[in-house]
T-cell receptor, first 113, second 109 residues
Framework: TAGITQAPTSQILAAGRSMTLRCTQD?????MYWYRQDLGLGLRLIHY???????GKGEVPDGYSVSRANTDDFPLTLASAVPSQTSVYFC????????????FGEGSRLTVL | GQNIDQPTEMTATEGAIVQINCTYQ??????LFWYQQHAGEAPTFLSY??LDGLEEKGRFSSFLSRSKGYSYLLLKELQMKDSASYLC??????????WGAGTKLIIKP
C-alpha cells in the first residue's frame, strides 16, 4: 500500500521562482494537511483541507497556496520562493480530522537560495 | 497562548526504561498523540489518549492526566532502534493539532 506519496523528495530552488510540491494519497481520507518542520520547532501547519473542495489556513500560511480538486491530491504551491521557506515539508492525511491518526508522506526537502 | 512542553533531548541505556514527559496548555482538549520520528524520516503514530490513565502497547505505554495537563511516554527494554525523536501533540477544542518540538532520545549501548 502506497499511503501518501510526495514529490519531489528534494529540491533546490532559486529565490523568486515558483514551485509546487505534490501530494497524493490512496487511502480515501477526507482530511489532508501540509506541515513544515524546522530544526528546534514543532511541526507547523501551513494549510489543511477537511474534504475535497475546501481548504483552510493553518498557523503559517503566508507565501503558500493549496487546492483540493479531488480526494486524493493536495498540492502545495510557493508562488515566489524566499530563503525562509527552506524547510522539510510533510503532507499528511487523516480519516477522522483532528482526533484521528495522521499518516505522513516521506517529506520534501526544499532549499531556497 | 497554546503550547506543548517536552524535554529537548534525553539519553538512556540499551535495555533500560525511559519516561518522556509532555505538559500542555491548550484551549480545550480532545486528545493527545505521541509520534515517533527517526532522523530523516516521517513521523509515525505511536499512541492516542483521550481519557485519563495508562494505555499499554507492547514495550511502549502512554499516560494521560487531563487535570494536570500532563502526559508521558514510557519505553521499556530499550533497543538501539528506539533512538528517534518523540513528538507530543494535543487536539484542542477547535480540533486543531498543537505540536511540541519533540524530544530527541539517544540510546547508548
Amino acid at each position: 500500500t502506497a499511503g501518501i506519496t510526495q514529490a519531489p523528495t528534494s529540491q533546490i530552488l532559486a529565490a523568486g521562482r515558483s514551485m509546487t510540491l505534490r501530494c497524493t494519497q490512496d487511502m480515501r481520507h477526507n482530511a489532508m494537511y501540509w506541515y513544515r518542520q524546522d530544526l528546534g520547532l514543532g511541526l507547523r501547519l501551513i494549510h489543511y483541507s477537511n474534504t475535497a473542495g475546501t481548504t483552510g489556513k493553518g498557523e503559517v500560511p503566508d507565501g503558500y497556496s493549496v487546492s483540493r480538486a479531488n480526494t486524493d491530491d493536495f498540492p502545495l504551491t510557493l508562488a515566489s520562493a524566499v530563503p525562509s521557506q527552506t524547510s522539510v515539508y510533510f503532507c499528511a492525511s487523516s480519516a477522522q480530522g483532528g482526533t484521528g491518526e495522521l499518516f505522513f508522506g516521506e517529506g520534501s526537502r526544499l532549499t531556497v537560495l | 497562548g497554546q503550547n506543548i512542553d517536552q524535554p529537548t533531548e534525553m539519553t538512556a541505556t540499551e535495555g533500560a526504561i525511559v519516561q518522556i514527559n509532555c505538559t500542555y496548555q491548550t484551549s480545550g482538549f480532545n486528545g493527545l498523540f505521541w509520534y515517533q520520528q527517526h532522523a530523516g524520516e516521517a513521523p509515525t503514530f505511536l499512541s492516542y489518549n483521550v481519557l485519563d490513565g495508562l494505555e499499554e502497547k507492547g514495550r511502549f505505554s502512554s499516560f494521560l492526566s487531563r487535570s494536570k495537563g500532563y502526559s508521558y511516554l514510557l519505553l521499556k527494554e530499550l533497543q538501539m532502534k528506539d533512538s528517534a525523536s518523540y513528538l507530543c501533540a494535543v487536539t484542542n477544542s477547535n480540533y486543531q493539532l498543537i505540536w511540541g518540538a519533540g524530544t530527541k532520545l539517544i540510546i547508548k549501548p
